[in-house]
């Protein structure tokens, strides 16, 4: 693995995911991944978050995302879709962190209800 493992991940998961989903969607999936690997990469090199790997996210990891995600004001709703892309991310390395981050902090709750 690389130094940012993140979008080796999502490339893996993308792959696994063509003929599944309609091609149009494809694109998008990119896009929403590699912006989330550029925050990720700017929370790594402030050190707030442990790893770029998503097989080891812990659930703060995923707080901090969320939280820096939301003090950027993002709104709501691209909030809930970038945790959706990570929890189906994380599903396919079998890391439940996105799980544990919403059942943890029970105020993100309201975007793992739309999801």
């Known amino acids: 693995m690389s130094r940012y ?13 063509r003929g599944v989903y309609s091609p149009s969607t494809i694109p998008g999936m990119e896009r929403r991944y590699r912006r ?3 925050d990720l990469i700017h929370l790594k090199n402030k050190n707030r978050i442990s790893t770029m790997s998503p097989a080891k996210f ?6 901090s995302l969320i ?9 709501s709703s691209d909030v809930a879709r970038d945790i959706t892309a990570l929890r189906v991310l994380c599903q396919f390395t ?3 962190a996105v799980d544990a981050c919403l ?3 029970k105020t993100f709750n309201q975007y793992s209800q739309s999801m």
């Open 58 to 63: 812990t659930y703060e990891d995923i707080r």
């Open 67 to 75: 939280t820096y995600r939301l003090s950027e004001g993002v709104p």
């Open 94 to 96: 079998e890391n439940a």
């Open 5 to 17: 493992p993140f979008m080796e991940y999502a490339n893996r998961y993308i792959d696994s995911m």
């Open 36 to 38: 989330i690997e550029r």
């Open 103 to 105: 059942r943890r902090w």
